[in-house]
């Protein structure tokens, strides 16, 4: 996998992780104001987003080896694909 493939995996694993992490300990607060009641008392941003980081680089370094050792052998999986 080049570069820039390699970039573009880890992107996508990214995003699909944090929308995984968004919810954890998320809470609402006890009397919510107007307007906002759906809004947690503290998301925890930066927390979530290192967490988000951390997790990601785990499951992107897995898919490199896979890719390194042909465990699943993703070319030929592109060439069984017909147009």
């Known amino acids: 996998m080049g570069v820039v493939s390699g970039i573009v995996v880890y992107f996508c694993i990214w995003w699909t992780v944090l929308f995984a992490v968004l919810p954890w300990g998320v809470r609402q607060p006890d009397t919510p104001e107007t307007g906002v009641v759906g809004a947690p008392v503290n998301p925890n941003l930066k ?6 980081t951390i997790i990601s680089a785990i499951i992107w370094g897995i898919v490199q ?11 030929a999986m592109g060439d069984a694909v017909q147009y």
């Open 47 to 52: 927390r979530k987003a290192l967490a988000t």
């Open 65 to 75: 080896l896979m890719f390194y050792y042909d465990v699943v052998d993703f070319r």
